[in-house]
């Protein structure tokens, strides 16, 4: 009697068995910052027989409840008000068992997936888990910032000391030497316009995170600040009648300085975890010491001379001057 019962199991166990749909195994999915716009929820079947989609009946749940539906004997899917975005990752493929959805990350929801396939008289079901990538998560849960904190630091600090040395070079350059009222009206508009963008996107770098804030943010603090280099140009030419050599390489080299940093901006923008920030800082640095460089050039090279010779274009002025004044007497 026992081995009738016994028999009885293995049948049916067999019988079971061929009507049985199997999955690859997938026991979870991350999702971060650097799975873009869309998320994919993987469902691939290995055992069809018919491969029809006709003969195939497709159910997607979350946390157990429906959100996609597809009959194949209608050709048609439903879905949940709150997955509008889920469709088929390739609806071509489904036939040989790819049944994986892409849904926005907008509406890609932590939690517990399911996804139940029947082909004519079989069925089967995978179950995985969508949860945050535990490399983007600190130890209170929230998201990593886009650059490590010291990174970001120097970023900010390198954008602000860049405009304190303008202001300080633009000061010294306007006491101690001659400049039209057109002139320190220009620089001096024209410094407000690099703080405000230094302003603006520090506080949209600083929020931390591959978001477009922060993207925008960074962009703002490196990409205007070319305009540094004019206006050094700008500020040597109340210095000196003729650019000499020194001033010459100094704006080569404040150049130099922007195209670097511009170039780690771009390596950094189109990655989530961006490998070349210090190309950026470095880039930025540049600029600050060939400004530091700048500033001492003038407050103590130029400055020294200043106190027993006056540039050459004021003298030449006062000259003309004097010339006016005694052909008018």
């Known amino acids: 009697m026992w081995v009738l019962r016994v028999c009885w199991v293995l049948l049916g166990t067999l019988g079971a068995g061929s009507a049985q749909l199997f999955f690859k195994s997938v026991p979870f999915v991350e999702i971060d910052s650097c799975n ?16 029809q989609s006709s003969s195939m009946f497709v159910t997607w749940l979350f946390q157990g409840k429906r959100f996609f539906i597809f009959d194949g004997v209608t050709d048609n899917i439903t879905r949940n008000s709150s ?18 959805l892409v849904v926005s990350t907008k509406e890609a929801l932590l939690g517990n997936y399911t996804c139940e396939v029947t082909e004519s008289n079989r069925e089967g079901e995978t179950r995985f888990e969508l949860r945050n990538s535990s490399a983007c998560l600190n130890h209170s ?7 490590q904190p010291a990174e970001r630091f120097s970023i900010i600090s390198t954008i602000i000391l860049s405009v304190a040395l303008y202001w300080c070079q633009f000061i010294t350059v306007a006491i101690k030497f001659d400049m039209t009222l057109e002139k320190k009206i220009g620089l001096s508009v024209t410094g407000f316009l690099i703080s405000i963008f230094a302003l603006t996107g520090t506080i949209l770098f600083a929020q931390g995170g591959y978001t477009a804030s922060a993207k925008a943010g960074i962009g703002i603090i490196v990409v205007p600040a070319v305009i540094a280099v004019p206006l050094l140009y700008f500020l040597f030419t109340s210095v000196f009648e003729k650019q000499p050599l020194f001033a010459v390489i100094l704006l080569a080299l404040k150049a130099l300085g922007y195209v670097i940093a511009v170039a780690g901006f771009a390596l950094c923008v189109t990655a989530c975890h961006p490998k070349h920030g210090s190309v950026v ?3 930025l640095a ?18 020294s001379k200043l106190k027993d010779h006056q540039p050459p274009r004021k003298a030449v002025e006062e000259s003309l001057n004097d010339a006016k004044g005694v052909m008018l007497e």
Do not use: H
């Not at 509008?84 to 390739?90: E, L, S, V, W």
């Not at 540049?286 to 400055?303: E, K, Q, R």
């Open 36 to 51: 873009g716009a869309v998320v994919i929820l993987p469902c691939v079947v290995t055992n069809l027989k018919y491969n």
């Open 83 to 100: 997955f509008q975005t889920a469709t088929f990752q390739n609806r071509s493929m489904l036939p040989f068992g790819i049944a994986s």
């Open 141 to 147: 849960s929230e998201s990593v910032p886009w650059f």
């Open 281 to 283: 800082i470095a880039g």
């Open 286 to 303: 540049f600029i600050d010491a060939v400004a530091a460089i700048g500033l001492i050039y003038i407050i103590i090279i130029i400055g």
